[in-house]
């Protein structure tokens, strides 16, 4: 229910007897307007449209791979959002052959806005009268430093909006990372090797590039949520800058040298890159086969094994894709109740950036060594330089997020300063670990961000 109301910064206390502890009644939840919602289906309709208007331009031209390959991304991205959105909203199970149908002819993302809409505005007429149905939602809440619990009446209209909310958010991270990331690294590519940036084209990365921004982005507000679900989290405008420029640099520099990696080696960069992501793609499985753990059951009442499968596998599939183009802010744990690994593993986050700069360093001398030039007056060393840096500021606003600006930092045990003193004292020799004092680890324990 994130993102749906809006609390005062100091609600008034009305205490509730509780065996463990006091609930503080919350006030009156508000509706806000579904500004996600709109932004989401704009940038839907808008890549959609300016990658069916390039497959006609490809076509005249009679450029039949570079047509298969972006109706291909267009077309396996958007039934993957249909599915997405009849999965959240249960269709399968009610009677709405309108939405089945705009479902089928991969507009079902117009028809929700539109439903989004109507709800919005009916909420908006009946505003100030009571709900005859409600239901309590309780969430933990830092006020001042101190930890809270509040409570809301929560009506069934608020909640089926905030339904389209999340749908919509999960339907942008299916957009983002199973097509708009293929989709803008092969535009790319197309337009390195012919050297002309068409309009069609440009519009098409343009709403590629936004849509991968805006996924990412809510890749980490989601990630926060799903960890401290039962905390309520703002984000500030300075919190999302901070993410929003992270997530930027990060995408657009992997993107821009595995394109060049992939335009110097050509055919001989494929075994390179699908190993990568088959990788990605099967550590989370080799973990659960290691772990001897049973298959989670409890993703969905009706759904049967081979469901249940089938679910897990998209999952892995999106984790794999978001993985390979960017940190997922997550670490998929198939063997937990919940999916994922809800501890702040600063190991894994480590790792990963730690391997995607040695990848890209890689990548970057191979273009530089091997590779053409492949803009006039502009020599491959700066380009190789520049990508580098630029995917080093990025971590540098990853670190800064997590030092300063997450919203429940004072609940991390370690932060980013701890771990990285951690880890250079492991590297010092033994004896002069023993002989310093206080030790690495008494520090970590006792740092609270």
Not at 234 to 261: A, D, H, N, Q, Y
Not at 288 to 305: C, T
Not at 359 to 372: D, H
Not at 421 to 446: K, L, Y
Request: proline share 4%; charged share 20%.
């Amino acid at each position: 229910m994130d993102r749906v109301y809006e609390i005062p910064e100091e609600p008034t206390v009305d205490p509730i007897s509780s065996l463990e502890e006091d609930v503080i009644r919350g006030a009156n939840p508000r509706f806000t307007f579904p500004f996600g919602i709109l932004f989401s289906t704009f940038l839907y309709c808008g890549e959609a449209a300016s990658a069916l208007y390039t497959v006609r331009i490809y076509r005249k031209k009679s450029e039949t791979y570079w047509m298969t390959y972006t109706l291909s991304f267009f077309m396996s991205s958007s039934i993957m959002v249909q599915l997405t959105l009849i999965f959240v909203h249960r269709d399968l199970a009610t009677d709405k052959p309108l939405s089945l149908f705009m479902h089928l002819i991969l507009l079902g993302p117009v028809i929700r806005c539109l439903e989004a809409m109507i709800k919005y505005l009916t909420l908006w007429k009946k505003e100030g009268q009571e709900e005859p149905y409600v239901s309590l939602t309780r969430k933990k809440m830092l006020i001042n430093g101190e930890e809270v619990l509040i409570e809301w009446e929560v009506g069934h209209s608020i909640r089926t909006l905030a339904m389209h909310r999340n749908a919509y958010k999960r339907m942008s991270q299916i957009q983002a990372f199973l097509g708009s990331v293929p989709q803008l690294t092969y535009q790319l590519y197309v337009t390195l090797i012919s050297a002309e940036v068409p309009l069609g084209r440009a519009v098409l990365m343009v709403f590629s590039l936004i849509s991968v921004t805006y996924g990412a982005t809510l890749c980490n507000m989601l990630a926060i949520q799903i960890k401290y679900d039962e905390y309520k989290i703002r984000l500030g405008p300075l919190e999302v800058l901070c993410i929003t420029i992270w997530r930027t640099l990060e995408i657009t520099s992997r993107l821009v040298i595995l394109v060049l990696f992939s335009a110097t080696l050509k055919l001989k960069a494929v075994p390179f890159l699908l190993l990568n992501f088959l990788i990605i793609l099967f550590e989370p499985w080799v973990k659960f086969w290691r772990s001897g753990a049973q298959m989670p059951n409890n993703i969905e009442k009706n759904f049967s094994r081979v469901g249940t499968l089938v679910v897990l596998i998209s999952i892995t599939v999106l984790y794999a894709g978001i993985n390979f183009s960017c940190w997922s802010a997550l670490q998929l744990k198939l063997a937990d109740r919940d999916l994922v690994d809800k501890g702040q593993n600063w190991g894994h986050m480590g790792l990963h950036y730690s391997i995607r700069l040695v990848e890209n360093v890689i990548m970057v001398l191979v273009f530089k060594f091997f590779g053409v030039k492949v803009l006039l007056d502009y020599c491959p060393s700066l380009i190789a330089l520049q990508l580098i840096i630029a995917y080093l500021i990025s971590i540098g606003f990853m670190l800064l997020f997590f030092q300063y600006l997450h919203p429940l930092r004072s609940l991390f045990t370690h932060n980013v300063v701890d771990y990285l003193h951690c880890v250079c004292c492991h590297r010092h020799p033994r004896g002069r670990i023993e002989n310093s004092e206080p030790s690495c680890d008494a520090e970590a324990r006792q740092s609270i961000v």
